[in-house]
């Protein structure tokens, strides 16, 4: 059963921090990649950022430099703290975790936007930047 639990995000203004959280508790079902991806209504959603199992972080281009993604191991917790937030970061964020693989690699599950693999996709987490 996959299960993915979120925290975090929130309203901030422009400058502003703000952090999500995402515990997987999935049992009985291999979890090949956990990231965040968003999405705004009526856009296409974007990767934002992902961890491979060796540690190595991937970032979608417009976070890069801003936003930071860490794993606690002992508590299987992603989380992404979101530095300088800007406006246009205004978006809902999921959790997502991969359930199938094709042998890709975190990063390019993550520059597919998950395409190419069946994904859970958590409930979601709203931030909102204002200027």
């Known amino acids: 059963q996959v299960k993915l639990a979120e925290s975090g995000g929130g309203s901030v203004k422009a400058g502003g921090s703000l952090t999500l959280s995402c515990t997987d508790s999935t049992t009985a079902q291999r979890v090949y990649c956990l990231g965040w991806f968003r999405q705004v209504s009526g856009k296409e959603r974007e990767g934002v950022a992902t961890?491979?199992?060796?540690?190595?972080?991937s970032y979608g281009d417009s976070v890069k430099g801003r936003f930071t993604v860490s794993k606690d191991k002992s508590k299987n917790t992603l989380h992404l703290q979101m530095n300088n937030l800007k406006p246009e970061d205004t978006a809902m964020y999921y959790c997502?975790?991969?359930?199938?693989?094709?042998?890709?690699?975190?990063?390019?599950?993550?520059?597919?936007?998950?395409?190419?693999?069946?994904?859970?996709w958590g409930a979601g987490k709203q931030v909102t930047v204002s200027t």
């Open positions: 961890m491979d199992s060796d540690g190595t972080p």
């Open positions: 997502t975790a991969a359930l199938t693989s094709r042998g890709e690699t975190c990063q390019e599950w993550l520059e597919t936007l998950g395409k190419h693999t069946a994904n859970y």
